[in-house]
């Protein structure tokens, strides 16, 4: 089992420049957040110095042009803004993208930082010009989009923009609210009625669509879609599924046909599509074959094929996705679960999941990070200098009927198999949960609570996650604790097993006895004995002259009566009656993300059915998550609430025990009697994986 054993180490992370506004605003307008100081106790980001993620301008009624974090740009109109008016713009850092990325289709990818643009002035009188910049893609194929989400609303929505220079975009809008690139694959969309048509697509020379007359009854739209195999993606999988790619030599492109009403042609189709690359054809080969995608997998298109030096005609009565390939002699039957293969694998790439440990003397840094294999020996390098150890991990595959996040409670490791390779094929988009567990803990106020979740985005330079980590018990011994991962959303048992893995991390007792070694406080020094100067008692005393004290007139007090008449009032007195700390926005936060099920927690609170009904319609149409739906039944209730001290308190654990919930009941009543908040670290003792 390889294990990293990590010593202390004193290295601190380089700062990186900050930016510099470009013109129209000077350094003295101009005020830079910086909170990439560590100190210890805190919870300060370690490797993101945020400083050069966020900046704050007051440009004034001139507004003028301003430089943004990574290289974006700002351009504010003359008159938008007043004196004391300000404009702040934060990128995510990699640690905190979790909190801001949409939702995306699987086909749509982000390839920009992610911006949030906020300002004083609400709403803007004039519109302003933002110019994100974004990594470069390939553009052949794909095309650029900006989404948006705005400040006061929930959902995001496809923005556009001006226009699109070398590796950035510009956008005129009059709100502002988080922006994000993205791209997806470039569709060319066309027209058939039932007369017919012949369609020679833009997006390629090579392919032509023609439509016999009455082929359809009805007219409809058809869109033509390309999505490219790179070379090294069909080498990757025949490195990694032989047995299924072992006759296939060369593909084209998947090419989608995608009819905007699916049917099966009373007529068929005629579809011209290339040949593989570097393939000329001048007569009949049987090596060549054209392969579509149907409900039941793929399949050998089952047509007489017409050849051309270049190009391969055949017809089908039904519009799918279509890709050409080469065989071996004789083994074009063999193509269809080659097919299969390409298409998982095409947007696949060998890649690794790290964790960087530093141990300070007084704090103990962790960064979980995912990576493409090609970028790990020169991040190793880059991270060790900056004091950070790399742990290596271990494929973990998992027995059933356990579960890889909770320990049983007799110290039972998962069953490794280490048979399978270290690294683990990942994608744009995939996700893994992952637990810290055994001797060590993440600290109360990192965010580990609110989403323990790797993310990987392909097209940005890096993806992690990053805690303050911290022995579980006071013991000043040796420890060792684990951080599993388990991927999410994969069907593929063989891929899944392949990306589940296990962290092992072993800390030696010299380390953890300076964490807790109390820190040296100086000793105040004793104040020294002032020598007695016995000329000066030598010397005569004169009487200082003492200055005239003032005389102060004296009143004749009121009598009782007239200040008890003078200070009477009518008004009745005004008792505050303070809500519990529990029901606070914060509090409800926190308990909404451990009870999901809110609309049944709405009907154990007595809310009317009409309100449950609206407030389930409003959750769907927004699609808002369950612990937002929670968040809103608990405000909603509140509000209604006359007492918001012991009766609102005792109906919510009363609610809470209903649903079986008496854990958490338990939790919010005592935190009601200490008149404390419910922070994360007060569910601490439900998540712990073993005692």
């Known amino acids: 089992m390889p294990v990293a054993t990590v010593r202390n180490s004193n290295a601190t992370a380089k700062k990186r420049p900050s930016p510099e506004s470009e013109s129209g605003g000077s350094m003295k307008n101009k005020e830079i957040s910086n909170s990439c100081s560590v100190a210890i106790g805190t919870n300060k980001d370690f490797m993101d110095d945020d400083a050069h993620l966020k900046v704050t301008y007051s440009p004034g009624k001139k507004g003028g042009n301003f430089g943004l974090p990574n290289g974006g740009k700002l351009i504010l109109p003359e008159g938008l803004f007043g004196k004391k008016d300000t404009i702040t713009c934060q990128v995510a850092s990699p640690s905190q993208r979790w909190k801001y990325y949409p939702t995306l289709p699987s086909y749509e990818h982000i390839t920009s ?52 220079e070398d590796c950035s975009v510009e956008l005129e809008v009059d709100r502002l609210g988080i922006f994000i690139v993205t791209f997806t694959p470039k569709k060319e969309i066309f027209d058939v009625t039932p007369q017919g048509c012949l369609y020679n697509a833009h997006i390629s020379r090579y392919i032509s669509v023609r439509f016999p007359k009455k082929a359809h009854d009805k007219p409809f739209q058809c869109a033509i879609q390309i999505n490219p195999i790179p070379s090294d993606k069909l080498q990757l999988a025949k490195e990694l599924s032989p047995g299924e790619t072992a006759d296939l030599i060369l593909a084209t492109e998947f090419i989608d046909l995608i009819p905007s009403t699916p049917c099966v042609f009373k007529r068929a189709v005629s579809v011209k599509l290339p040949l593989p690359t570097g393939v000329e054809v001048e007569e009949e080969n049987d090596d060549i074959a054209v392969l579509q995608k149907t409900e039941n997998g793929w399949e050998l298109v089952d047509s007489k094929y017409k050849f051309t030096r270049t190009t391969v005609t055949f017809d089908t009565k039904s519009l799918t996705k279509f890709c050409v390939m080469q065989s071996k002699p004789d083994r074009k039957k063999r193509l269809p679960p080659a097919a299969q293969v390409l298409e998982n694998r095409n947007n696949r790439e060998k890649g690794e999941i790290v964790a960087f440990l530093n141990l300070q003397e007084k704090l103990w840094f962790l960064v979980l990070e995912c990576m493409p294999l090609s970028k790990l020996e020169s991040r190793v390098k880059e991270m060790s200098e900056k004091g950070f150890k790399h742990v290596v991990k271990e494929i973990v595959k998992k027995d059933e009927g356990t579960n890889f996040f909770r320990r049983p409670q007799k110290f039972q490791q998962p069953t490794r198999q280490l048979q399978v390779p270290p690294t683990c094929e990942i994608n744009d988009g995939m996700k893994w949960e992952f637990s810290v ?93 002032e020598k007695v100067n016995f000329d000066i ?102 509000r209604m609430c006359k007492d918001k001290k012991d009766g609102a308190v005792n109906s919510l654990t009363n609610a809470l025990r209903d649903m079986g919930r008496e854990e958490i009941a338990n939790i919010v009543f005592e935190r009601h009697r200490d008149n404390k908040e419910l922070s994360p670290d007060a569910f601490t003792p439900l998540f712990t994986p073993y005692q």
Not at 489 to 514: M, P, Q, R, W, Y
Not at 578 to 587: I, N, Q
Request: net charge negative; charged share 30%.
């Open 113 to 164: 930082e992610i911006y949030t643009l906020q300002s004083t002035m609400h709403p803007l009188k004039k519109s302003v010009i933002i110019q994100i910049p974004y990594y470069q893609i390939e553009t052949e194929h794909n095309e650029i989009n900006v989404k948006g989400k705005w400040s006061d609303e929930n959902e995001w929505v496809d923005v556009g923009f001006l226009k699109k």
């Open 437 to 529: 567990v055994d001797d060590i803990k993440v600290n109360s106020e990192s965010n580990y609570m609110e989403n323990r979740e790797l993310h990987y985005f392909r097209y940005l330079p890096e993806s992690y996650r990053q805690f303050v980590i911290e022995p579980k018990t006071n013991e000043e011994r040796a420890i060792s604790g684990a951080i599993n991962l388990d991927p999410l959303g994969i069907e593929d048992k063989n891929l899944k097993e392949n990306c589940t893995c296990s962290i092992h991390i072993e800390i030696d007792e010299e380390t953890v006895k300076a964490y807790f070694k109390p820190e040296f406080v100086p000793e105040e020094p004793e104040p020294k004995k």
């Open 537 to 638: 008692l030598n010397t005569p005393v004169f009487k200082e002259d003492k200055p005239e004290v003032p005389v102060i007139q004296k009143f004749k007090p009121l009598p009782p009566t007239v200040m008890e008449r003078l200070m009477r009032t009518n008004r009745k007195p005004i008792i505050i009656e303070r809500e519990s700390k529990v029901l606070s926005g914060k509090s409800l936060r926190n308990l909404s993300k451990l009870v999901p099920e809110g609309l049944t927690l709405a009907v154990h609170l007595n809310l009317p059915d009409s309100t449950i009904t609206g407030l389930g319609f409003d959750a769907i149409s927004n699609g808002l998550s369950m612990a937002d739906v929670t968040y809103k039944i608990l405000l909603y209730w509140k």
